[in-house]
């Protein structure tokens, strides 16, 4: 079946201005993440999301980020004000959410440039 | 929260030797502890995971181990390849119950020289 698919894979845009970036996660999965990697180093996590649970917002570094997952599916990471050090590859990765069901699948990114 | 360190940074072998890699977490309430592969421009890739319910799990030439008291564990690679050339990331979640984010490792870049 289909694997995580992300859009834009790529995107470019000036400092200031807002940007979205959409994830969609593996049919059936409930639990939908975000990470944020910066050029050659670790994932970071930014938010959670699992079922029609309040999202785990613990990860996102400023109030310039947000994400919302509408019908438990698609999600979409909005950052408001782009700031050149929030330039990073930005993945999405979703899971089952049953109890033993623990691992995670990655989409191939969005990699976004502030310039 | 969770911390996890990862060492060495760059992992160097020659093709048919053994590499290994390690890291360590800080929350005991840890119970999921997968690897990643990452090959240059792509998606990281599940390779393997350990529960804390066991100690070592073995796939063909990969296999992890986890010490649960010394919060630490490893990932080996037997009969490296060319191909096993990426970045390796270990990571750390309480999977199943409370917090299923991952914290990831700082990642190992491995070479394997033919």
């Known amino acids: 079946g289909a694997g995580v698919s992300q859009s834009p894979s790529n995107k470019v845009t000036e400092k200031g201005k807002d940007v979205e970036l959409r994830c969609d996660p593996i049919?059936?999965?409930?639990?939908l993440y975000w990470y944020r990697q910066s050029l050659g180093q670790g994932l970071e996590f930014l938010i959670y999301f699992q079922g029609n649970s309040a999202p785990d917002k613990s990860g996102l570094p400023s109030d310039r980020f947000s994400a919302e997952r509408t019908g438990g599916s698609v999600s979409t990471l909005t950052i408001q004000r782009t700031q050149q050090e929030d330039s990073a590859v930005y993945l999405c990765a979703s899971s089952l959410s049953h109890v033993g069901a623990y691992e995670q699948y990655f989409g191939p990114g969005t990699r976004l440039t502030v310039t | 929260g969770e911390n996890v360190e990862q060492h060495p940074s760059t992992l160097s072998v020659q093709e048919g030797d053994s590499a290994v890699i390690k890291c360590t977490y800080s929350?005991?309430?840890?119970?999921?502890f997968p690897w990643y592969k990452q090959e240059l421009g792509k998606r990281p890739q599940l390779i393997i995971d350990i529960r804390s319910n066991v100690g070592e799990k073995k796939d063909q030439r990969i296999a992890v181990t986890l010490n649960k008291t010394a919060k630490h564990f490893s990932l080996h690679i037997t009969e490296t390849q060319p191909e096993d050339s990426a970045v390796y990331f270990c990571?750390?979640?309480?999977?199943?119950?409370?917090?299923?984010?991952?914290?990831f490792g700082s990642g190992t870049r491995l070479q394997v020289q033919p």
């Open positions: 049919s059936g999965h409930t639990a």
């Open positions: 929350d005991s309430a840890s119970n999921y």
């Open positions: 990571a750390a979640s309480t999977g199943g119950t409370g917090r299923r984010a991952l914290t």
